[in-house]
């Protein structure tokens, strides 16, 4: 069984930074972060591979944000950097057992296993 807490979010002015992290318990193959806006779907933002190990990003995000993973400390990590009004919404950590390739890693279903959610806003 894997559970995933995510910490981190909050409320920051347009350009700012933030760091969300997701404790997991277990070890799974792949790991992501998701975001939902109100009314919008769920998608993918970035995501680690333990076997690709190569990470992939969402374009709307790539060179703002890092993805990064311990498995030291079963941990997951976002860093977003130049955040916009756009970036706002509730992230979620995700994780899986089957590994992810480039046209994978956004799919949902890859991932059986999600945490609460953490708010990220951007304010203008």
């Known amino acids: 069984q894997v559970q995933l807490v995510e910490s981190g979010g909050g409320t920051v002015q347009t350009g700012g930074s933030l760091r969300l992290s997701c404790i997991v318990s277990?070890?799974?193959?792949?790991m992501a972060w998701f975001r939902q806006a109100p009314g919008k779907e769920r998608e993918g933002v970035a995501a680690i591979g333990r076997l690709s190990g190569a990470p992939y990003y969402a374009d709307s995000v790539k060179g703002r944000f890092t993805i990064s993973r311990d498995n030291a400390k079963s941990a997951l990590y976002l860093q977003m950097n130049s955040l916009q009004p756009d970036d706002s919404a509730m992230y979620y950590c995700?994780?899986?057992?089957?590994?992810?390739?480039?046209?994978?890693?956004?799919?949902?279903?890859?991932?059986?296993?999600w945490g609460q959610g953490t708010q990220v806003t951007v304010s203008s």
């Open positions: 995700a994780a899986g057992f089957p590994d992810i390739s480039p046209g994978t890693w956004r799919a949902i279903g890859k991932y059986g296993y």
């Open positions: 277990g070890n799974p193959f792949s």
